[in-house]
């Protein structure tokens, strides 16, 4: 029986401890389903689901998906994975090895319970793009070898292996291209770059900007991104993506630092360093098939979704 509604389903959340995770786990839970969070808070936080802890149809296990799972559901969300150039540079074989083996773990049990799967797939896997914005068929420019290439090609490959599960098994899949999130729950130490500014912001410390700051990058609210995933999850069979999902609103990063410090009411100065390798200049999702196929386009504000961003960390920071 096809899956088509949350209300009375068992879900599976890989990465349910983290930042997009956490509030998918909790928008599920809205949505009537019982829910399973698996998570071996190498990046993700308990203090991300706390809150979810006491609710009778929430479950939280640890577990690493680079091994097998032996659980019952009739969905899976798999977001497992660092997404932060600090985290996944830190192990980047381990990275590698979250993207593939836990794509292929996911999918062989997801292929024995005959159950839809989606992988939370990224933006990254255009590279530094020469085309813009960027469209679902662009394949790509990225460098295999370089100190960003475990992040983005471990979730191209990822890519690869469900289409084959799809094409070879009849597999279920949904594929999403997830751009830029922010909201409340982002680590302030991931070195992603709404975070940091917000930070260095609250703390009166200088503002680190990489290169002139004249390069893009389009910032999605995790409320919009969450509703667009659960959208995506509840199409017909024969739609897999992939699909970007994102916000198509562009800033110069020197524009998010300046929006940070008048939010914030800050003194921070900004200080700018040299470029990080492969760091992209253009990043700018093209939504076309998202608000055709989802009846879906963001709605958050830039500015909105920084004043929550800000009154977390502002909270966290206090507590922490």
């Known amino acids: 029986m096809p899956f088509e509604n949350y209300r009375n389903s068992r879900i599976l959340v890989t990465g349910g401890a983290g930042f997009i995770g956490s509030h998918l786990c909790e928008r599920l839970l809205d949505a009537g389903a019982e829910v399973v969070s698996a998570d071996n808070y190498f990046t993700g936080s ?35 994975c660092p997404a932060s150039p600090i985290h996944y540079q830190r192990d980047p074989v381990q990275t590698t090895k ?43 420019n990225v460098n295999p070898i370089g100190i960003r290439s475990c992040y983005d090609e471990g979730k191209r490959c990822a890519e690869t292996l469900f289409f084959d599960y799809w094409r070879q098994h009849g597999l279920p899949i949904k594929v999403a291209r997830i751009f830029n999130t922010y909201g409340p729950r982002m680590q302030p130490n991931d070195g992603r770059v709404v ?35 659960m959208r995506l999850m509840v199409t017909a069979e024969d739609i897999t993506g992939p699909i970007n999902l994102g916000n198509n609103s562009e800033f110069t990063i020197r524009e998010l630092a300046e929006k940070v410090i008048k939010l914030t009411g800050s003194r921070s100065k900004l200080e700018f360093k040299p470029l990080p390798q492969d760091d992209p200049r253009q990043r700018q999702p093209d939504l076309t098939k998202a608000k055709a196929v989802l009846n879906w386009e963001p709605k958050v504000a830039l500015e909105d979704g920084l004043k929550e961003t800000i009154a977390y960390f502002k909270h966290s920071l206090e507590i922490a």
């Open 195 to 229: 975070s940091s500014f917000i930070v260095q912001a609250l703390k009166g410390e200088p503002i680190t900007v990489f290169g002139d700051g004249g390069q893009t990058r389009s910032f999605c609210y995790v409320d919009d991104l969450v509703e667009a995933i």
């Open 46 to 80: 308990r203090r991300n689901i706390a809150h979810l802890i006491a609710n009778p149809l929430f479950e939280a296990v640890r577990h690493d998906v680079t091994f097998p799972l032996y659980i019952e559901v009739d969905a899976i969300f798999n977001l497992a």
């Open 98 to 140: 979250t993207s593939v083996h836990g794509a292929i773990n996911m999918l062989g049990l997801a292929k024995r319970l005959k159950a839809r799967i989606f992988q939370a797939s990224t933006s990254e896997v255009y590279g530094d793009p020469l085309i813009h914005p960027q469209t679902e068929d662009y394949w790509g």
